[in-house]
């Protein structure tokens, strides 16, 4: 069985929001349960998973007019279909598989976009940008983000339509993992935010396209949940911006299509935060 989590708090705005978070609480009944229900489903280490994500190009079907395979064409820019895995490439530019639950530090990566494939977590804005960089792309636009989520109607908050929030429908609302890890005195701290076993919990981290309720009228899926978006914007003060919340929180900094984080350096980077990549359209 899954654990099943209380939301109480998520990446938030604060200087060093999850430094204030208040820790997920197991519902009842669970607490025996949490570590016995979360162990069998932990894989230290690299995962197989990343070695796959090739084997599923076959099922990107085939690419949406202007746009290149795995990507949907919206108002004159392009925009990836799922979000991001990437591969290791070495001074040659060759490819070599990277577990999607390891960071990223030191290396140079390229973003690479399937369905059904386990999401690149881990990454910094800058190691995003550069990976969306090695593959003739870059990061998406404020604009583009919403534009993809909302659809044609720009009151809409969420990729399914409408003002309210369907439970269930997008990978969201089931709390912080590290209390689940580290018990309620947990430090939030790098290691723990790092952990490899964060994103590696049945019923946590999905992959891509995995919920079918939650694409958008142009059939981009997983922008509200899943993972949180590194986007292109910076402030002036040096923060990164990302998008769409994890499936930890997309209600908290704003709801769904809407929700950012504005919180965190560009070389930030833990279990929740992803990307997806965009690029003009030809």
Not at 136 to 149: D, I, Q, V
Not at 167 to 185: D, H, I, L, Q, W
Not at 204 to 228: I, M, Q, R, W
Request: charged share 20%; net charge negative.
């Amino acid at each position: 069985m899954s654990p099943a989590l209380l939301l109480v708090s998520a990446c938030g705005q604060t200087q060093n929001p999850h430094a204030t978070l208040t820790e997920a609480l197991l519902l009842p009944g669970m607490r025996g349960a949490t570590e016995a229900s979360i162990g069998g489903a932990v894989r230290m280490g690299v995962s197989t998973e990343a070695t796959g994500a090739e084997a599923s190009g076959a099922a990107l079907g085939t690419a949406t007019a202007r746009c290149p395979e795995g990507m949907a064409a919206i108002d004159g820019y392009c925009i990836d279909r799922y979000e991001a895995y990437v591969v290791e490439l070495d001074d040659a530019q060759h490819e070599t598989a990277h577990s999607p639950f390891e960071p990223v530090t030191g290396l140079k990566v390229r973003a690479k976009v399937a369905p059904d494939v386990t999401p690149q977590g881990y990454i910094s804005q800058v190691e995003a940008r550069g990976a969306c960089e090695n593959a003739g792309k870059r990061l998406c636009s404020a604009h583009e983000f919403e534009r993809a989520c909302r659809g044609p109607d720009p009151k809409a908050s969420y990729p399914y339509g409408g003002t309210h929030r369907a439970p269930g429908a997008c990978n969201e609302g089931k709390g912080s993992t590290v209390a689940v890890f580290y018990g309620m005195n947990a430090a939030y701290d790098n290691s723990q935010l790092n952990d490899p076993r964060m994103n590696q919990w049945s019923g946590g981290l999905a992959k891509t396209g995995a919920y079918k309720g939650c694409e958008s009228p142009s059939g981009v899926f997983d922008l509200v949940g899943n993972l949180h978006e590194w986007g292109a914007e910076t402030s002036d003060s040096g923060r990164g911006y990302f998008r769409g919340g994890y499936y930890g929180d997309a209600e908290i900094n704003g709801s769904g299509c809407a929700y950012v984080t504005r919180a965190h350096s560009r070389n930030y980077h833990d279990y929740s935060t992803g990307f997806r990549c965009c690029s003009d359209a030809p």
